[in-house]
């Protein structure tokens, strides 16, 4: 029993894309940009709360930064908080990470700054978390009963399965360009549908998305509007040096 829940539990939320995943070609999907979306944040924040943090910490942040969202203290302790936490603490779990190595083998990953880490090649890592959360499928050959497509025989379950339903990947027998065959995916196929549309799960993916690319940074668009400002004086200042340089030579040539 302990070993079902350890895979059930401690199996990273995003772990690193494996030579499978690679091999199976997945395209991660494009991640909405909602960063300037406060409603889509606070509603991001909100599933994290629910789905997330009960394995999941996110001890780079506190409650409190959670107003920079638009949210009240008391909006923040009537909706956010269901335990004895205060709003100035940070965003914890009440399992330590000794227990958790004692009951389950080793601690579920802090996802503070997820989307930052998980930017590659393939993408950033707001594509990859969206790409993860809306690609599992139903697989009995798993331990968990559940596979992901942006990353194939990922142990960790499928905990928003009630919110999308159950659903299958349909695969293809072809030939690649040097006549070699592949199993290629096709399509998703729906079992049973969940509580919410396709169109309102997606959209829900991408406010948790956007949450966690903003809980990774979350003075990022004051950095990028500052950024802007900067780099006008620096090019207004750079005409007015140019200027000036030119008329200071202009007697001495």
Request: hydrophobic share 40%; with cysteine; proline share 5%.
């Amino acid at each position: 029993m302990k070993k079902l829940i350890a895979l059930l539990l401690v199996a990273p939320l995003f772990a690193p894309l494996s030579a499978s995943s690679a091999e199976e070609g997945y395209t991660l999907d494009h991640a909405p940009n909602l960063m300037n979306d406060q409603a889509a944040l606070q509603s991001g924040a909100k599933l994290f709360v629910n789905y997330c943090l009960n394995c999941h910490s996110a001890s780079s942040l506190r409650y409190s930064r959670l107003q920079d969202l638009g949210l009240t203290e008391d909006q923040i302790k009537k909706n956010l908080l269901f335990t004895s936490d205060k709003v100035g603490e940070l965003m914890r779990v009440s399992m330590t990470a000794k227990d958790a190595k004692e009951w389950f083998g080793a601690a579920p990953p802090d996802l503070s700054v997820i989307a930052r880490a998980k930017s590659g090649e393939r993408g950033s890592g707001a594509d990859y978390i969206y790409s993860y959360l809306r690609t599992y499928y139903k697989d009995d050959a798993r331990p968990t009963g559940w596979n992901n497509l942006a990353y194939p025989n990922s142990a960790m379950p499928h905990i928003l399965w009630q919110l999308q339903g159950t659903r299958e990947a349909v695969y293809v027998d072809k030939k690649d360009e040097a006549g070699k065959p592949v199993h290629e995916f096709e399509k998703f196929e729906e079992v049973t549908p969940g509580t919410l549309t396709p169109l309102q799960y997606d959209t829900s993916i991408a406010e948790i998305t956007g949450f966690l690319s903003w809980m990774a940074e979350p003075a990022q668009e004051t950095r990028k509007r500052i950024g802007v400002w900067v780099l006008l004086f620096l090019g207004v200042t750079f005409i007015l040096v140019w200027r000036l340089n030119a008329s200071y030579w202009k007697e001495v040539k």
